[in-house]
């Protein structure tokens, strides 16, 4: 996977900064692979809650461990307590934030240990679901592959650092639904969303190699039937990701309102 400029990725609370002011302005995303449908029950404020910190984790603007304080959103958000618990709990469902009894809500901060458990099951699964698709490829599931990998590499080229993540987990997904294995898919959707999380908060900054694209040499080999050498390239990029992590980076204080651009 290429990554994109470092000169566009922002750093940490740099909220002013072009980058952020884009990702502020822009409107609601295409489904996240990070980001589930909205579920039965939620209102419309905590999905707003829940989408804030979501697009500001993935952006780099709320580091691992920061602080998130229930009072500090009911009062940006001007809702009860009853809402902003709902829209923290959701979020700590699906890995973003951790709730701890006696610390409240801290922006999730995986372990080395944790992100390498997250990642070795990942692969796990990827030996899998490459061969499947290789048995199942056809013109118009490759067709489908590249088309991913080429709007992936539109974002890329945008700058657009937490949308490049999201579409770079979105190809693997699609590769699995390709492959045909429900059980397969679903498992992989929550490693996915996961790993995209821990990339975007632990990825070091790096130049972008986007005319050397792995996805397009693993859909290359997918397409030429070249199972083996498919599957070895799927592992070899995502332990490359995973040599890219740097976990365990310090937290500064942060400023609640305007890193979820409230005012
Ligand atoms: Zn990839
Ligand atoms: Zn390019």
Not at 2 to 29: D, E, G, I, Q
Not at 136 to 158: C, D, F, G, T, V
Not at 177 to 185: H, I, P, T
Request: charge should be positive.
């Amino acid at each position: 996977m290429a990554r994109p400029p470092a000169k566009n990725t922002p750093p940490a609370a740099s909220a002013a900064s072009p980058a952020a002011a884009r990702a502020r302005k822009r409107p609601a995303a295409a489904p996240s692979a990070v980001e589930p449908p909205a579920k039965r029950g939620t209102t419309a404020i905590d999905q707003r809650i829940y989408k804030a910190v979501l697009d500001a984790v993935m952006s780099q603007r709320l580091p691992p461990g920061t602080r998130l304080g229930e009072a500090e959103f009911c009062e940006l958000f001007q809702v009860s307590r009853t809402t902003v618990r709902k829209a923290l709990q959701r979020l700590s469902h699906d890995h973003i934030i951790d709730l701890r009894p006696n610390r409240g809500a801290v922006v999730a901060s995986p372990t080395t240990e944790e992100a390498h458990e997250i990642f070795v099951a990942r692969r796990a699964i990827e030996r899998e679901t490459v061969p499947l698709m290789v048995r199942n490829a056809n013109p118009k599931s490759i067709h489908r592959l590249r088309q991913a990998i080429e709007i992936e590499h539109q974002a890329l080229h945008e700058g657009d650092r937490p949308n490049f993540i999201r579409l770079g987990g979105e190809f693997h997904i699609l590769l699995a639904e390709l492959a045909g294995n429900r059980v397969l898919l679903r498992f992989l959707t929550e490693l996915v969303s996961r790993c995209s999380l821990i990339i975007a908060l632990y990825e070091m900054p790096g130049s972008p190699l986007c005319e050397d694209d792995e996805h397009q040499r693993i859909v290359s080999l997918i397409e030429a039937g070249h199972t083996d050498a498919a599957v070895a390239l799927m592992e070899r990029h995502l332990l490359e990701i995973e040599a890219r992590l740097r976990l365990g980076a310090p937290v500064g204080k942060i400023n609640l309102a305007e890193v979820l651009a409230i005012n």
